[in-house]
């Protein structure tokens, strides 16, 4: 590994953002563990930061797309039990009964019609 320089307050904040589409390019190729992630991250573009530092950005940054995926999914799935939703389901399951009745009738009757010729 590198040797810790002391960097001037906030230079790690800069260089982690400098660098976050490469470091999320890394995240979403596989360098899903953080360590590996800053090793990777140190050979590849030159990191200076601590790992101290670098695990804190990352966990803001990362973490919060965790979130948001189970924001969303959490809302695809309020969307599914609500109510309105459900009364359209009922609406299509009804159209969907209504036309294979209908369906059967139908081949009913052509199969009782060549029964009898």
Same mark, same amino acid.
């Given at each position: ?9 906030g230079a790690a904040k800069v260089e982690f953002y ?41 966990? $803001?940054?990362? *973490?919060? +797309? !965790?979130?948001? &995926?189970?924001? =969303?999914?959490?809302? /695809?799935?309020k969307e599914l039990n609500n109510p309105k939703t459900d009364?359209?389901? $009922?609406?299509? *399951?009804? +159209? !969907?009964?209504? &036309?294979?009745? =209908?369906?059967?009738? /139908? ?11």
């Open positions: 590994m590198g040797s810790i320089i002391n960097l001037k307050r400098q660098n976050i589409n490469k470091i999320r390019e890394a995240y979403n190729s596989g360098y899903v563990v953080y360590k590996l992630l800053f090793e990777y991250m140190q050979k590849s573009v030159g990191l200076k930061m601590s790992y101290r530092s670098f695990y804190e950005y990352a966990k $803001k940054e990362f *973490n919060l +797309d !965790i979130k948001n &995926s189970k924001k =969303e999914t959490l809302a /695809n799935t009364e359209i389901n $009922k609406d299509i *399951n009804y +159209d !969907i009964e209504e &036309s294979m009745q =209908e369906y059967m009738k /139908n081949m009913e009757h052509i199969l009782n019609s060549k029964k009898r010729r």
